[in-house]
């Protein structure tokens, strides 16, 4: 499995992002998904998770009410939708694929990762 994440840019804060992340080879349909940032300097974290069915999501505090994931119904794409962003946001993006179905916090939990998509925010 290939995910490619893309979308990711320059804006300023306050300002929105899409991050988009396509996955090939085969299809995620039964796995969570999820979206991991890593500033610099700093340990990857989890930004948000989304189940199976895409009806279970999961956000960190610091972007929860900003940020919104969501997935296709084919599986095969994740969006990221980021509002009012902050320069505490800026950091690379990872989109990944889950070993379960269920969405999890943690990155062991993750099988497929994509190649990672900048984003900054400049205050």
């Known amino acids: 499995v290939q995910l490619q994440a893309s979308g990711g840019g320059l804006v300023q804060a306050g300002g929105s992002l899409r991050l988009s992340c396509t996955a090939s080879?085969?299809?995620?349909?039964?796995?969570?998904m999820g979206w991991f940032r890593q500033a610099p300097g700093k340990e990857r974290e989890i930004v948000a998770a989304?189940?199976?069915?895409?009806?279970?999501?999961y956000y960190a505090d610091s972007v929860k009410g900003r940020f919104t994931v969501s997935r296709d119904r084919a599986g095969s794409t994740l969006h990221l939708q980021m509002n009012s962003l902050k320069p505490e946001d800026t950091a690379v993006y990872y989109c990944?694929?889950?070993?379960?179905?269920?969405?999890?916090?943690?990155?062991?939990?993750?099988?497929?990762w994509g190649q990672g998509t900048l984003v900054t925010v400049s205050s």
């Open positions: 990944a694929g889950g070993r379960y179905g269920y969405e999890t916090t943690t990155a062991q939990h993750y099988r497929y």
């Open positions: 080879g085969r299809i995620l349909s039964n796995n969570a």
């Open positions: 989304i189940n199976w069915r895409g009806d279970s999501t």
